[in-house]
């Protein structure tokens, strides 16, 4: 004869109460951890910030490092820093702007139906960039950029050197494109073959692409180009078109040209 505990009752209560124990534990594990994930989201965005301007130093913690850099609000609509006014008009906090949030906001950001080449449907009307200053000078600029792959969309950093035209650094810290394929853009003798390189042709055109396979180093426009990942056209062709996007007209195109006009302001 079964026992009292073997009722289909009990079962199903000592079930409940198992699962009722087990969500209280993971629920108050994922509202307790969200600090701690906060702050090493925020120090991975720092790292690769600083990686991407070639600042991160061996014995020196990514907070102390990037006390040397200015995060600054710029204006992509009139290609300018934006004025306190315009931040408190946006509600946007310097230290705490989040670009993703913004471009989902109709009231913070444009949609690129019908001009879309980097494939982000929408664009936020502000952006933060990162500063690097000696003295009253820009020594270097950090700039986020994101477009789609194949399979996901790409976030990273590029930096520049002072004349705003040359690559100092660049590469993604998310993407979800096919390890060894795609994927490859996370390399680091990949990324390395950006450094040197120059965004803007003499006609401030932003021409910086991914060559098809290898770059000719006879090609008179080789300074201008990257090697193409292998086996991954798609995913070359989108970091070309996200690149030349963000750069461009209708990025960061206007406020680069006037910083190398009439420096900061
Ligand atoms: C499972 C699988 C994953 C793939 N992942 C990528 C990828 O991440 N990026 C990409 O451009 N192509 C990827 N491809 C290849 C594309 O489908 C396409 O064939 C390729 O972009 C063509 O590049 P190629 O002209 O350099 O060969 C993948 C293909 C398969 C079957």
Redo the contacts with the bound molecule.
């Keep these: 004869m079964a026992s009292s505990n073997d009722s289909i009752k009990k079962t199903i209560i000592v079930a409940l109460s198992l699962c009722l124990v087990c969500s209280i534990f993971v629920a108050a594990a994922a509202v307790g951890l969200k600090p701690i994930q906060n702050t090493n989201k925020d120090l991975d965005r720092k790292r690769n910030i600083l990686s991407a301007a070639s600042m991160l130093e061996p014995g020196k913690s990514v907070d102390e490092i990037f006390k040397s850099v200015e995060t600054r609000i710029v204006n992509l609509q009139t290609g300018q820093f934006a004025t306190q006014e315009e931040l408190q008009t946006a509600g946007i906090n310097v230290a705490t702007f989040d670009q993703q949030a913004a471009a989902k906001d109709p009231s913070l950001s444009v949609s690129l139906k019908g001009n879309d080449p980097a494939g982000i449907k929408r664009r936020s009307n502000f952006s933060a960039v990162y500063l690097v200053k000696s003295g009253d000078n820009i020594d270097r600029i950090i700039l986020p950029v994101h477009g789609y792959?194949?399979?996901s969309t790409m976030y990273g950093f590029m930096a520049l050197k002072n004349d705003f035209n040359t690559v100092i650094g660049f590469g993604f810290y998310d993407q979800a494109?096919?390890p060894g394929?795609?994927?490859e853009v996370d390399n680091p003798n990949w990324k390395a073959l950006w450094k040197g390189k120059k965004v803007y042709d003499d006609q401030g055109e932003a021409v910086i692409q991914l060559a098809k396979g290898g770059v000719d180093s006879s090609d008179p426009k080789a300074m201008y180009k990257v090697d193409?990942?292998?086996?991954?056209?798609?995913?070359?062709r989108g970091v070309t078109h996200l690149v030349q996007y963000w750069l461009g007209q209708e990025g960061f195109g206007p406020f680069l040209s006037q910083l190398r006009s009439e420096g900061v302001q």
């Design positions: 792959g194949l399979w494109e096919t394929l795609g994927g193409g990942l292998s086996g991954a056209t798609l995913t070359s």
